[in-house]
């Protein structure tokens, strides 16, 4: 499903159907360079396939066209109260900037930034967020947060379209899943650009993937959200990594593998934190987009229960069997578990 309209960032397609990307931010601020592009490797290597960088002064504009010059990835400059750094960020070689048309120094400002778009063919990212609604919007709407959130988006996306400027993603949100989840589903019907989608400040580690799970899985199951970026208290790796692994639970996206594990009831026979550990490490790079790889604590129920998975293991009272779609391939002594487990995986 996914938007009507689609737009392209760095080549890549963004909305119309095309698979929801995932997008992470630089923590690092572009002061510090090397810092920045450790950022940006690690965050290519994890699948992330839009950058976003502040880019809040002027004297920084060598480090973000320095950026943008040797990012493998699309690059998107976040641009508050000044329209100059709009263009700025254009003229370094960012493929998209987020901006507020509202904070862009008035009407002939934004048009300069509208124009300087159209003729690099970049995209503009607008949006509201549940932090910002004015008392004037939230009034307008009743104090209906989600109603106030696409009001909010409408009245920066008005004069984009009045100037014939489409090449536009929008986005709606709260820290509140509800109110998220409401905004979006009226933004999607009633506009047809891409939708970024995300639960803001959604908070640190458990609590802010679930909150993100539970926001961004209603909506994308329904095909709602053509862009997505997690927003975690920590790494900006672990946000893509949180994406992919919302995308895989919701079938839309299978990067990376799939690890089942039980949750280890009092039939385990074996250590099934400390193994699930050691198959993480062990798992080779290259394997497959969706591979399956299940751990579970015991034979009895384990291979039935993970009987679809790719590969398998379970313990047993004597050390482990191996399996492959619920079928058994090895077993053996807790002792040579490394030893078959590098077979299998590494092969
Ligand atoms: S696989 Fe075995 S140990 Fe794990 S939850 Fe199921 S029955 Fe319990």
Do not use: W
């Not at 995300?198 to 539970?214: C, L, N, Q, R, Y």
């Not at 053509?226 to 949180?242: H, K, W």
């Not at 394997?287 to 047993?316: Q, S, Y």
């Amino acid at each position: 499903m996914g938007s009507v309209k689609s737009v392209r960032i760095g080549g890549l397609e963004f909305g119309g159907g095309a698979p929801v990307r995932v997008e992470g931010m630089l923590k690092t601020p572009l002061e510090d360079m090397d810092a920045c592009l450790a950022e940006l490797e690690a965050l290519g290597e994890a699948g992330c396939e839009l950058v976003r960088a502040a880019f809040p002064r002027e004297d920084l504009r060598p480090n973000l066209r320095a950026l943008a010059e040797k990012s493998s990835l699309p690059v998107m400059a976040d641009i508050h109260f000044n329209y100059k750094h709009a263009l700025a960020a254009l003229d370094s070689g960012c493929g998209s900037i987020r901006i507020n048309p509202g904070n862009m120094g008035g009407r002939d400002g934004l048009m300069e930034v509208l124009s300087a778009a159209k003729s690099l063919g970049a995209v503009i990212r607008i949006g509201s967020n549940g932090g910002s609604l004015s008392a004037k919007q939230l009034e307008s709407c009743g104090n209906d947060k989600a109603l106030a959130l696409v009001a909010a988006v409408e009245e920066q996306l008005i004069p984009l379209v009045d100037a014939g400027f489409d090449d536009v993603i929008i986005s709606a949100k709260s820290s509140s899943v509800p109110e998220t989840v409401r905004a979006n589903f009226l933004l999607a019907q009633r506009h047809p650009f891409p939708l970024h989608v995300g639960i803001t400040e959604a908070g640190p580690g458990i609590d802010g993937a679930v909150k993100s799970a539970a926001g961004l899985g209603i909506l994308l199951n329904q095909g709602i959200g053509d862009t997505m970026r997690v927003s975690l208290t920590g790494e900006s790796v672990a946000e893509v990594d949180t994406a992919y692994a919302i995308q895989r639970a919701l079938g839309i996206r299978q990067r990376g593998v799939e690890l089942i594990s039980c949750p280890c009831c009092g039939r385990r026979r074996i250590d099934v934190p400390e193994l699930v550990r050691r198959v993480k490490s062990l798992l080779p790079k290259d394997l497959r987009d969706g591979t399956t790889v299940a751990v579970m604590g015991c034979e009895v129920n384990g291979p039935k229960e993970a009987a679809a998975a790719d590969l398998g293991i379970a313990g047993t009272a004597n050390g482990f069997v191996l399996f492959k779609k619920g079928k058994t391939v090895a077993t053996g002594e807790a002792k040579d578990l490394e030893r078959i487990l590098e077979e299998f995986l590494i092969g």
